[in-house]
């Protein structure tokens, strides 16, 4: 299985840590519609999440996926702008992805009780990040694909293109994961077809390219 463990960064400066709690619990709801799960994604402590994945590509889109969809919580279009509500603060996870087995001890408890290697590298996975964003990958070494270098090769491309679009662009790109057209995207943010597929060209289509592509490696 592949492991994913979850960490907000500068958790400390959150105006509002239960709306923000609100937020994380919405995503990984959203985002386990779109993924096959493993093992559920799920808050534990403090202020990390986990989950369990078939493949590290399902584990490595699900990390993006779960950064857009935050994104968009706390900066939706136009057109889906609540009137009155304040919006949650924007919030910035790291990840660990790991591979490995597992111990589960009790799978009814929430979060689900376990151990085991898998769990050991995605959190030295994440710990290599430091207080930084993105995601990284620690599995075994010379036994082929997915290769740790090469992983990790195309985590920072991809999470070092993403960090360069602005919220709306990112909006465009969790659209476009999720197989929506352009003329969708622009009815959804109240722009012309053209603006869109000029933010199409400068980033959104080569992310979304590059997750699908490195899903089938």
Do not use: C
């Not at 990390?48 to 699900?62: N, W």
């Amino acid at each position: 299985m592949y492991t994913v463990i979850g960490d907000i960064v500068g958790s400390r400066g959150l105006t509002d840590r239960a709306r923000a709690q609100q937020a994380i619990v919405a995503t990984l709801g959203r985002v386990s519609m779109a993924i096959p799960l493993v093992q559920r994604l799920e808050p534990t402590f403090g202020d990390e999440i986990q989950g369990g994945f078939k493949t590290v590509g399902d584990a490595s889109l699900a990390t993006l996926l779960i950064t857009l969809e935050l994104n968009r919580l706390a900066n939706p279009s136009p057109a889906a702008r609540p009137p009155v509500d304040p919006l949650p603060d924007l919030i910035v996870m790291r990840f660990g992805i790991g591979k490995g087995t597992i111990g589960v001890f009790d799978l009814e408890s929430q979060p689900i009780r376990q151990d085991g290697p898998g769990w050991h590298a995605a959190r030295d996975a994440i710990d290599s990040l430091g207080k930084k964003s993105g995601a990284r990958y620690v599995g075994p070494v010379g036994t082929g694909w997915p290769e740790p270098a090469a992983v990790n090769a195309f985590l920072v491309a991809r999470d070092g293109l993403v960090d360069t679009l602005n919220h709306r662009q990112r909006r465009m790109l969790l659209s476009a994961l999720h197989g929506e057209s352009q003329k969708s995207i622009a009815e959804q943010e109240g722009i012309s077809e053209s603006a869109v597929s000029q933010a199409f060209a400068r980033g959104v289509s080569a992310v979304r390219d590059a997750q699908f592509l490195f899903g089938k490696a």
